[in-house]
């Protein structure tokens, strides 16, 4: 009859229980010495207690709801504002006079350890969040509300669908921001980037059904789609090009009729009154 080697865990165990024995004998043995030479034995060393993760700084300034601080302008920030309405949550938005001066000089050297980069936008939430970086401000608002999709494969798919609509805005940006012949850049725009653009949107729909850019839920891709195409909309001969697509212009139309997003931008969201100079 065989026997069974012991298994790791077995040994690990018979080690641990022949560790502590050779530790019980030492300790018996220097407390013997210690009683031959008269003197006290040394008291046992009392257990190491963990030590307590150091607390988080709190960040200035303290805020009672959601708030988003950013320029008094569209900018990185539309798709995080939008995103906050389609979700309905009771937010705060704190906006910072456009292009800097004062106002933005004030409030960067005030708030200076809550903006890790010193930019802005920025998102804080009761609690202590707080966060820089406009892609990460969004999908975490994404995350809390149920507007990542419905598992991971769907959240990676999002996660592709929002980078390329980057790509979108950037080659959009390129052309509305040109100082150099513009009218050129526009036209590149209208006539090249923009239709090879909504072509590739135009094949994701078809794929799935038309409704939404991923699964059949909204998510934080289609609202900043839905801002691409409201920018592309704007410019001379945008909304004729949309018009080329009609599988671009129903998904357009069906999310500019959206209860909160109509709402959202018939309340002229970047329209504020400010002070005058030195009040």
Do not use: C
């Amino acid at each position: 009859m065989f026997l069974k080697e012991p298994t790791v865990e077995g040994t690990v165990i018979r080690q641990s229980l022949k560790s502590d024995k050779n530790t019980t004998k030492k300790k018996e043995m220097w407390e013997e010495r210690a009683k031959e030479k008269g003197a006290a034995p040394a008291p046992p060393k009392s257990p190491r207690k963990d030590r307590a993760e150091p607390a988080e700084p709190e960040l200035e300034p303290h805020v009672n709801k959601p708030t988003l601080t950013y320029w008094e302008i569209p900018g990185r920030a539309e798709s995080v504002r939008l995103l906050l309405e389609v979700a309905g949550e009771d937010y705060d938005y704190n906006p910072i006079r456009y292009p800097g001066g004062e106002h933005w000089k004030e409030y960067r050297t005030k708030y200076a350890e809550g903006l890790t980069f010193s930019q802005i936008p920025r998102y804080q939430e009761p609690g202590g969040l707080d966060v820089v970086q406009s892609h990460s401000i969004l999908r975490h608002i994404a995350r809390k509300y149920g507007l990542n999709g419905t598992n991971e494969r769907e959240t990676t798919r999002i996660d592709v669908m929002y980078e390329g609509v980057q790509d979108f805005l950037a080659a959009h940006g390129r052309a509305f921001y040109a100082t150099r012949e513009k009218e050129k850049a526009l036209a590149t725009f209208i006539n090249d980037a923009a239709p090879t653009w909504l072509t590739a949107f135009t094949k994701v729909l078809e794929k799935n059904g038309g409704e939404f850019l991923v699964g059949s839920k909204l998510s934080y891709a289609d609202t900043t789609l839905f801002i691409a195409l409201k920018r592309t909309a704007e410019m001379e001969g945008g909304m004729g090009v949309i018009e080329k697509f009609p599988v671009i212009a129903a998904y357009y139309a069906k999310m500019q009729a959206l209860p909160r997003i109509k709402a959202f931008y018939a309340s002229d969201p970047y329209h504020f009154t400010w002070p005058a100079e030195g009040s």
